[in-house]
């Protein structure tokens, strides 16, 4: 069945960790792009990918880097974690020429 | 820079109430705006777009260039409405990257 996946959905760490959060989707789409969400707060685009080899980064700085080596694979590592960036991670992709954007679960990120 | 506000975070309606939520935006080139919901344990997912000017789950919402607004409007409230909802800009053409407002829970009691 055609989604799109983000594993793990709840991550506790210690500070320093070196870190990857995962995300496939199965749609065949070619752009992928990750989103930062504070509680309460708005979505913010932190990385995009238009397709295979392609990383942009997005609206919100963010200390994190992301790789697309493969169409339906589109990771996000943090190097070292820290309380800051305790957050939930949403990753989504878009594709065929059409603007409907489909999210996974979310990955929820506690630095301690 | 473009930007998206729904002034409201909570809105709480009794069954059968209208609900309308707000949506500002601020963008010097032609918008496409979005309605995204996100129900309980469920993931992000797309209600409806301002292009297709379509009624979705008896939702609709009207593109107001001259106001800048693209408000959210049900005109009878069911439980099952009870969600958080977003509104989101697409800001360019070539990637579909998507600025959103800062949400809107929608509580519906019975």
């Known amino acids: 069945e055609a989604d799109i996946y983000q594993t793990p959905r709840y991550l506790v760490i210690g500070t320093g960790k070196k870190i990857t959060l995962e995300c496939s989707q199965t749609m065949g789409h070619d752009k992928m792009y990750w989103y930062q969400q504070d509680p309460g707060m708005e979505l913010h685009l932190i990385h995009y990918?238009?397709?295979?080899?392609?990383?942009e980064k997005g609206d919100l700085s963010s200390e994190s880097t992301v790789s697309r080596i493969r169409t339906e694979h589109f990771p996000l590592t943090l190097e070292s974690a820290r309380p800051s960036h305790t957050s939930q991670y949403l990753c989504a992709s878009t594709g065929g020429g059409g603007t409907e954007a489909f999210f996974g679960q979310g990955t929820r990120l506690t630095v301690v | 820079a473009q930007r998206v506000t729904q002034p409201e975070k909570l809105l709480s309606v009794f069954k059968g109430a209208p609900v309308e939520l707000k949506c500002n935006y601020s963008y010097s080139g032609s918008p496409e705006l979005f309605w995204y919901v996100q129900y309980s344990r469920q993931r992000l997912q797309l209600l409806l777009r301002h292009i297709s000017r379509e009624s979705i789950k008896g939702f609709t919402a009207d593109l107001n260039k001259g106001e800048t607004s693209f408000h959210l409007k049900k005109p009878f409230a069911q439980e099952e409405d009870s969600a958080m909802y977003y509104c989101a800009l697409k800001v360019t053409a070539a990637v579909n990257k998507l600025t959103f407002g800062g949400g809107t829970r929608v509580l519906v009691k019975p």
């Open positions: 990918s238009y397709g295979v080899n392609s990383t």
